[in-house]
């Protein structure tokens, strides 16, 4: 990436995190999440009346439809690919930590010669 082309250095923690780590889990279900509160606090919640076929400003054009998908992707992200993330992520760190331990040194229970 040339120097224009570079993130800026508050946000290039986000590219770093690796994407199968139970830390890049946890980031990307944060993401989704946060992106979610943004689009219910702007409101568009009012747009999902496009599933039913009818617009919320009462006009025509594909603004109000593009914000209604934008919305529900964003709640089908929250409500189902959040919690998968997030118990992946505890199932990856469990099993890191468990992998990570080391064994009881075994004893030698051979017979004395």
């Known amino acids: 990436m040339s120097g ?7 946000w290039r923690w986000l590219l770093r995190a690796p994407v199968f780590s139970a830390h890049g889990l946890l980031l990307r279900a944060a993401i989704i999440a946060a992106a979610y509160l943004l689009v219910h606090a702007a409101g568009l ?3 999902v009346c496009i ?4 617009n919320p400003t009462g006009g025509t054009g594909s603004g109000p439809v593009l914000l209604g998908v934008i919305y529900v992707l964003l709640y089908l ?3 189902i690919a959040v919690p998968v993330l ?6 990856l760190a469990g ?14 229970h051979r017979p004395p010669a």
């Open 45 to 47: 919640r009012e747009y």
């Open 51 to 54: 599933l039913s076929g009818t």
């Open 95 to 108: 099993s890191c930590a468990l992998l990570a331990r080391k064994p009881p040194a075994a004893e030698d």
């Open 4 to 10: 224009a082309e570079q993130a800026p250095a508050g």
């Open 86 to 91: 997030v118990l992946a992520a505890a199932i």
């Open 77 to 79: 992200g929250l409500t």
